[in-house]
C-alpha cells in the first residue's frame, strides 16, 4: 500500500526523503514522487515504477529544498501513471495521500473540471487551494479540507512559500509525526523514519498536526489542541536488512527458529501456557475469528485447536465478508482478529462492527502500536519482528503459535484438557524451533522440485483436517509469488468436482504427515494418481515409508506431535513457493500487483 514520508530537516530533503521511500517499498507500489519547497517555491518530480526511475529523474532534474514530502502509490483510483503519482499539487499545495477519499466523486462535482489526474486525492489539493484563495492561512485551509473529507486518510500537506510547515491529519490510516532535534518528520510507519529517529508520536483517529522544526502541535477531530504522547520505538535496523540473503522472503523463512523461539518465551513458563494477558475463556460460548488472506488460513487452523482442545465453537469469516453480512454476534462471543499489520481496512471494519456486540475484542498482531492493537480490548502479541516480504512467512508461523498457545490456555480454563496433556504440548511447542530448523533442511530439495513446479500452469494442494488450511496457505503462497494458478481442497472433496481436473501435467500438493486421517488422504491421493496426477507427497518418515510408492516426488519433514504439524508443514508451503518463484524470475518481494498492509477496502 502507498506509503507517506515528510521532512522538515536542515540537509538537502530529496536525497533523505528517497532513501525514506525506499524503507517503505517493501508496502507494494507502481509509482512514486516527491516535493520540496525551496526559496519559497514548491516543486515535485514524480516516476511509474520503481523508485530507481525516480532517482534517475532527480539525477537530471534535481531538487533543492530543506523541507519535503514523499510518497509511494499503490494505484486506486486511476492506474499507474505520472499524472496519477503522488505529490499531488495545486497552485500553492502539494499533498501526499494514503487511503480513499470515499466523497472524491461529490467534490470533484462542487469544484468543476479540468482534472490533471484520475485520483481521488487531486480533490484533498484542489479543495485546499480554494480555501486559500479564500484567504485562510495553510493551517485553517489544510483544516477546512480535512473536516470536508470522507473516508479513510493519512494525509501530509506541503506549501508554497512555507519551509517551516506541514500539516498532517489522520483518518482510518496510520501517520505518525518524529521528534528529532531540530529537525522533524512524518511518516506513515515507523519503518520509513527508522533511522531518522526513534521518537515518534502517532496520530489518532481524526487528528491533525501541525508541524514546524521546533515542534509539532496535535489537534483532535475538533480541531481542539490536545495532547498525544510520545513514545520511543525501536526499529532494529538489522531485521531491516536482507543480512546475505536474495529476498526478505529468504531471510524470513530462515529466521523462523528464531522468531518461534521469540514468541514461545513470551507464553510458555515452564511446562505451563502463560500467555501475557489473561482471559476468562470458560467464560465464553463461542468464538468469532476474523481475518484476511494469510492470516485467516492461520484461524482456519485455529478452528480446529480451539475445537478440539477446548471444546469451544469457532467460525472462522473472511473480514470483507463479515463486516457486510451483517451476522448475529451474541454477548457471549468473543470476537478474535488476527492481522500482521494491524492496519488491514477490512479487518479493522470488521473489529469494528463486532464492537459492542461481542463480550470482548481479542487479537493477534505483530504490530503492537497499529490500529486493531489500539482497539481490542486485549491485544496478543506475536514478536516476529518487522515482515518486510509482501507474503507472510513468519508473522503466520507466530500466528498459528500464539492461537495454539490460546487454545491450550482455553483447554485449560474449560477443563477440557489436564495439566499432563498441557506439560505434553509445551513440550511440543519448545520443540518448534529446533524442528523448524532441521525442515528447512529440505531447501535444496523445494529447489530442485520448484523447477519443474514453475513448469506448470496450475497446482493443486490437497490436505485433511489441519493440513487442509496448510494447503490453502500452499496455493495461496505459490499463487501470490509465482503467479502459478494454484487451489486448494479438503483431500475429501476431490471427487466432488475437482478430480476433473486431474490428468498426467497436474501436479498435486498433497500435506499428510502421519497422523489420524493419514491413510484417508492417502487413498485420496491413489485417485489422484489412478489418474496419472503427478503427486508430490509432503510427509514424515512413517508417512513417507507407507505411502511413497508410485508418487511423483516425497519430501520428508521431522516427526512431530499432529496437532503441531500445520505450524512445520509451513516451512515446505513457504520453500515450495519461494523456489518456485525464483526460478520463474518474478519479483518476489512485492509481487505484482500486491501490497503489504491492505488499507483500502
Ligand atoms: C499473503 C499475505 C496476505 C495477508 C493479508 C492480511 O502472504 O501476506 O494475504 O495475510 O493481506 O494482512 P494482515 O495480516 O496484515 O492483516
New binding site residues.
Given amino acids: 500500500m502507498c506509503g507517506i514520508i515528510g521532512i522538515l530537516g536542515d540537509h538537502q530533503a530529496a536525497p533523505i526523503l528517497v532513501d525514506a521511500l525506499r524503507r517503505l517499498e517493501y508496502r507494494g507500489y507502481d509509482s512514486a514522487g516527491i516535493a520540496t519547497v525551496a526559496d519559497g517555491r514548491l516543486d515535485r518530480r514524480r516516476a511509474v515504477g520503481k523508485l530507481v526511475n525516480l532517482a534517475d529523474l532527480l539525477v537530471e532534474q534535481p531538487l533543492r529544498g530543506q523541507a519535503g514530502i514523499g510518497h509511494t502509490r499503490w494505484a486506486t483510483h486511476g492506474g499507474p501513471s505520472v499524472a496519477n503519482a503522488h505529490p499531488h499539487r495545486a497552485g500553492r499545495v502539494a499533498v501526499v495521500h494514503n487511503g480513499i477519499i470515499e466523497n472524491f466523486r461529490a467534490l470533484r462535482g462542487e469544484l468543476g473540471g479540468p482534472w490533471e489526474s484520475e485520483t481521488d486525492t487531486e480533490t484533498v489539493v484542489r479543495l485546499c487551494e480554494t480555501y486559500l484563495d479564500q484567504g485562510l492561512g495553510p493551517k485553517d485551509a489544510a483544516f477546512a479540507t480535512v473536516d470536508r473529507l470522507e473516508g479513510a486518510y493519512a494525509l501530509c500537506f506541503l506549501f508554497d512559500g512555507e519551509e517551516d510547515l506541514l500539516i498532517a491529519a489522520r483518518a482510518g490510516s496510520p501517520l505518525a509525526v518524529g521528534h528529532g532535534e531540530g529537525e522533524m518528520f512524518v511518516g506513515s510507519d515507523a519503518i520509513a523514519l527508522g533511522p531518522l529517529t526513534d521518537r515518534l508520536t502517532y496520530l489518532q483517529e481524526g487528528d491533525r498536526a501541525v508541524v514546524t522544526r521546533a515542534g509539532a502541535r496535535f489537534f483532535d477531530a475538533e480541531g481542539n489542541q490536545t495532547h498525544r504522547e510520545m513514545t520511543r520505538i525501536r526499529v532494529d535496523a538489522a531485521r531491516i536488512e536482507k543480512a546475505g540473503h536474495r529476498h526478505f522472503m529468504a531471510k524470513e523463512i530462515h529466521e523462523q527458529p528464531q522468531t518461534l523461539a521469540d514468541v514461545l518465551a513470551l507464553y510458555l513458563d515452564g511446562d505451563r501456557v502463560a500467555p501475557p494477558l489473561d482471559y476468562d475463556w470458560d467464560a465464553t460460548d463461542r468464538v468469532q475469528m476474523v481475518?484476511?488472506?494469510?492470516?485467516?488460513i492461520a484461524c482456519a487452523v485455529a478452528k480446529y485447536w480451539f475445537e478440539q482442545l477446548a471444546r469451544l465453537p469457532v467460525e472462522v469469516d473472511i473480514a470483507s465478508e463479515y463486516r457486510y453480512r451483517e451476522g448475529p454476534v451474541g454477548a457471549e462471543t468473543t470476537a478474535l482478529f488476527?492481522?500482521?499489520?494491524?492496519?488491514?481496512a477490512d479487518?479493522l471494519a470488521a473489529l469494528r462492527y463486532a464492537k459492542g456486540k461481542a463480550r470482548r475484542i481479542l487479537s493477534v498482531v505483530?504490530v503492537p502500536e497499529s490500529s486493531?492493537a489500539r482497539e481490542s480490548d486485549l491485544a496478543f502479541p506475536i514478536r516476529a519482528g518487522v515482515e518486510i516480504g509482501?507474503?507472510?512467512?513468519k508473522?503466520?508461523v507466530n500466528q498459528l503459535t500464539v492461537l495454539l498457545a490460546l487454545a491450550v490456555r482455553a483447554g485449560v480454563a474449560r477443563g477440557t484438557i489436564d495439566a499432563a496433556r498441557e506439560a505434553e504440548l509445551v513440550a511440543a511447542l519448545r520443540a518448534l524451533p529446533g524442528l523448524v530448523s532441521q525442515a528447512l533442511a529440505i531447501e535444496p530439495r523445494c529447489e530442485a522440485l520448484a523447477m519443474r513446479l514453475a513448469e506448470a500452469t496450475d497446482i493443486l494442494f490437497l490436505g485433511r483436517g489441519t493440513m487442509y488450511p496448510m494447503a490453502q496457505e500452499g496455493a495461496?503462497?505459490l499463487k501470490?509469488i509465482s503467479y502459478i494458478h494454484a487451489e486448494a481442497y479438503a483431500s475429501g472433496e476431490l471427487k466432488h468436482g475437482p478430480i476433473a481436473l486431474v490428468d498426467r501435467t497436474l501436479p498435486v500438493v498433497v500435506f499428510a504427515p502421519m497422523d489420524a486421517v493419514f491413510d484417508k488422504t492417502v487413498s485420496n491421493m491413489q485417485e489422484v494418481m489412478a489418474r496419472e496426477g503427478k503427486v508430490l507427497l509432503v510427509t514424515d518418515s512413517r508417512g513417507a515409508e507407507a505411502a511413497s510408492h508410485g508418487v511423483w516426488e516425497v519430501l520428508v519433514l521431522p516427526r512431530i506431535d499432529p496437532v503441531l504439524a500445520p505450524i512445520l508443514y509451513a516451512v515446505p508451503a513457504q520453500l515450495l513457493a519461494y523456489h518456485t518463484a525464483v526460478h520463474k524470475g518474478t519479483d518476489v518481494d512485492q509481487p505484482r500487483n500486491l501490497a503489504?498492509?491492505?488499507t483500502v477496502e
Fill in positions: 481475518a484476511c488472506g494469510t492470516a485467516q488476527v492481522s500482521q499489520s494491524g492496519e488491514t479487518t505483530n486493531i509482501v507474503a507472510s512467512t508473522a503466520f495461496l503462497k501470490e503489504k498492509s491492505v
